[in-house]
């Protein structure tokens, strides 16, 4: 286990720390309202690791998942990524965005552009202000034509965005990730509102593009046994705190239903769609 709350001493070895690609120290969110959204928390993620954020709507998943790359403010501790630093610095926080990609529940694409122009958006973050008005070059084109052909979604290209499914659109967010040519992904219950058989698909697809590029993969999730089935790690979060770690055959059911309750039988149930944040591409400074 490589997980740990304030409370707890860090459980990996010496040799494993040089692996950790992410991690946070006392890591703490209160909103103005005084609301704790996360306890002082610390978590170490390691380099090719799928881990699972799993908890009932308010657990703080979402909280801790934004925290990761600056969408979400601290109010305390810290998040360090180990290749760069603190990102407290605006500079570390700045390079830490151009290496993470973002997936988001309600995919943030822009309708009335093609596929391609809304995957290319991923490349913002290498881009300076003024280069922004710049034509994309050639590679930048080949490389979002190569993340579409990756997703299965190579023949959309020059479709509108607004014209494919819900789960073509969210592939599209995958392959928009990928140009940034992240180090690591995270995905904010990217499943929430697909029906059961397309999220399998899609986080099979997650699965497979962490498992082949060696990205540390952090999803927000609800349901269980997707979270039993693709996770190497899951942390189990309730009201703002880290109730539960370890691997996908350690979550008995008694534990799963001390997350939530007796519908944790019923976990493959789309949830419903959550209010999310404005979309940002990541690495252009707010």
Known sequence: ???TTAARAPFFHAAEEAKIALRT????????????????????????????????????KSTLLRSLNGLVKPSAGHVVATSIGDLCDSANLRRHRRQTGMVFQQHHLI????????VLMGRLG??????????????????????LDRVGLIDKALYRADQLSGGQQQRVGIARAL??????????????????????RLLDLLHSICRSDGL????????????????????????????????PAELTPEKAESLYGSAATSSR??????????????????
Request: charged share 15%.
């Open 25 to 60: 120290e006392a890591l703490e969110v209160t909103y103005g309202n005084g609301a704790r959204a996360l306890q002082p928390t610390s978590l170490s993620f390691m380099q090719g690791e799928f881990v699972v954020l799993l908890g009932a709507s308010g657990a703080g």
């Open 216 to 247: 540390t993969l952090v999803v927000s999730l609800h349901q269980v046994d997707f979270a039993r089935q693709f996770a190497d790690r899951i942390v189990g979060l309730q009201a703002g705190a880290i109730v539960f770690e370890g691997v």
């Open 179 to 200: 140009v940034q040519q992240p180090k690591v992904l995270l995905a904010d219950e990217p499943v929430a509102s697909l029906d059961p058989a397309t999220a399998e």
């Open 269 to 286: 149930a789309s949830s419903a769609p959550s209010n999310i944040i404005s979309f940002q591409p990541a690495g252009v400074p707010s």
């Open 111 to 118: 309708g009335r552009q093609s596929v391609l122009a809304n």
């Open 1 to 3: 286990m490589y997980a």
């Open 126 to 147: 290498y881009h300076s202000a003024l280069a922004t008005l710049s034509p994309w070059s050639r590679l930048e084109k080949e490389s979002a034509l190569a993340a």
